[in-house]
Each structure stands twice: as structure tokens, then as C-alpha cells.
Nanobody, 115 residues
Framework: QVQLVESGGGLVQPGGSLRLSCAAS????????MGWYRQAPGKQRELVAT???????NYADSVKGRFTISRDNAKNTVYLQMNSLKPEDTAVYYC?????????WGQGTQVTVSS
């Protein structure tokens, strides 16, 4: 069974930075696209960023220029570097990955941006 486990969330002041990590474990040959979504209280889950196995990236307009997604295929791990954080970035961040045509989700990690 494949699992995705996020880490790196927490409380940060506006303008600060955080780095999220998501590691996949289990019987994995390879992971195709990976990405990050987020869900704020009372809102729908939304795309933050995705990255293909080859390294092609896609970002939500709201995070372009501030967030950077990357991955280490050898470690089956995806990262999200978040800079210049704003209060509106507060949400639970979920990692996702496609394994053998199935989309998997992590349990989520809380990111709170507040002074």
C-alpha cells in the first residue's frame, strides 16, 4: 500500500517562509505527477502547484512568484517552498501523487500565517 506523508507545516508570520515535504512510501515503482492542494476553512480544496516526473510545473495564479514546487524522484518526495506568505495562504495543505493511474492523497498539514 502506498502512503503519502506530509511534513513541514506550522505557524509563520506574514512575509515568512515555510517548506513542506511529502514522502511516498510503500510498493512504488514510480510516481507520475505530484502536487499540492490546499483547503481553507469554509472553502473548496484548490490547486496550489503540480509537477510532472520530468519536472514540468504548474502554479495557481495566487502563488506564482512566491511558491516553488520541486521533487526528488529517487526519494519519491515532493517539496513546496513557500515564501512571502500571506494570511490568505492559511489552509490545510495536501500532497497528491498519481501512482499506477490512481490519485493518492496525504493526510494534510496545517499552515497558519498570522502575526
Amino acid at each position: 500500500q502506498v502512503q503519502l506523508v506530509e511534513s513541514g507545516g506550522g505557524l509563520v508570520q506574514p512575509g515568512g517562509s515555510l517548506r513542506l515535504s511529502c514522502a511516498a512510501s510503500g510498493s512504488i515503482f514510480s510516481i507520475d505527477a505530484m502536487g499540492w492542494y490546499r483547503q481553507a476553512p469554509g472553502k473548496q480544496r484548490e490547486l496550489v502547484a503540480t509537477i510532472t516526473r520530468a519536472g514540468w510545473t504548474n502554479y495557481a495564479d495566487s502563488v506564482k512568484g512566491r511558491f516553488t514546487i520541486s521533487r526528488d524522484n529517487a526519494k519519491n518526495t515532493v517539496y513546496l517552498q513557500m515564501n512571502s506568505l500571506k494570511p490568505e495562504d492559511t489552509a490545510v495543505y495536501y500532497c497528491t501523487g498519481v501512482v499506477r493511474a490512481s490519485q493518492l492523497w496525504g493526510q494534510g498539514t496545517q499552515v497558519t500565517v498570522s502575526s
